[in-house]
């Protein structure tokens, strides 16, 4: 079935340095893709998403490439801040359920 | 624009007792969303809404959760008689037709401690 997979966390950088956070996935057919940020006491915000191979979704400095030869859909920042700590998941959605399928999410902690 | 709404916001019972969950979608949305997130794991349907009507209960477990949305508009989630691995935060989310590139718009939680 339909499934993605996210690096483990917790993933600790300090100020200023880059972030990647990988994820991968498994569906049939071509599926949207989406990262959502929960911060902490917060509910799930929808961070960045494409729907198309090659697509690049982009938020708050955030990037995101959609490659569907490597079933890939890394997160990136250049220069991640303190503020930019929370967890964050990776999703696909199909057009044949609708329903948002996550990874198990990758904590991120900034530190000063 | 208001968000999703959610209540309560935290919830501890003994296992066999009952629970109820409130969510207020944003107005205008159409699809409504459970989702249960066990700790240290991505968030899970349970069950969809199209207006009133349910779209996908397939990971919904009917021998103790319940779920309805009678006008179309706020929705109640049900677990009766619970247990201790119904421990979660129940997320409520709404979109505004359902479709795959919509985006969803998720509640707080309630986060539920079954002891």
């Known amino acids: 079935g339909d499934s993605v997979t996210q690096m483990e966390g917790p993933v600790t950088l300090s100020e200023e340095a880059f972030l990647t956070i990988n994820c991968t996935y498994t569906?049939?057919?071509?599926?949207?893709l989406f990262w959502y940020v929960q911060y902490p006491g917060e509910g799930l915000q929808l961070l960045l998403k494409?729907?198309?191979?090659?697509d690049k979704g982009s938020n708050k400095g955030f990037e995101a490439t959609y490659r569907k030869e490597t079933t890939s859909f890394h997160l990136e920042k250049g220069s991640v801040q303190v503020s930019d700590s929370a967890v964050y998941f990776c999703a696909l959605r199909t057009d044949s359920s609708y329903k948002l399928i996550f990874g198990s999410g990758t904590r991120l902690l900034v530190r000063p | 624009e208001a968000g999703v709404a959610q209540s309560p916001r935290y919830k501890i019972i003994e296992k066999r007792q009952s629970v109820a969950f409130w969510c207020n979608p944003i107005?205008?949305?159409?699809?409504l969303y459970w989702y249960q997130q066990i700790l240290g794991q991505g968030p899970k349907l349970l069950i969809q809404?199209?207006?009133?009507?349910?779209?996908?209960d397939s990971q919904l477990p009917k021998d103790r959760f319940s779920a309805e949305r009678l006008k179309g508009v706020d929705s109640t989630l049900k677990i009766q008689p619970a247990k201790l691995e119904d421990s979660a935060v129940y997320l409520c989310?709404?979109?505004?037709?359902?479709?795959?590139?919509?985006?969803?718009?998720f509640g707080p939680g309630t986060r539920l401690l079954v002891l």
């Open positions: 989310a709404s979109s505004l037709y359902g479709q795959e590139q919509e985006t969803q718009y």
């Open positions: 809404f199209q207006n009133n009507g349910v779209v996908d």
């Open positions: 569906a049939t057919g071509y599926p949207s």
């Open positions: 107005s205008g949305h159409a699809t």
């Open positions: 494409a729907t198309k191979a090659d």
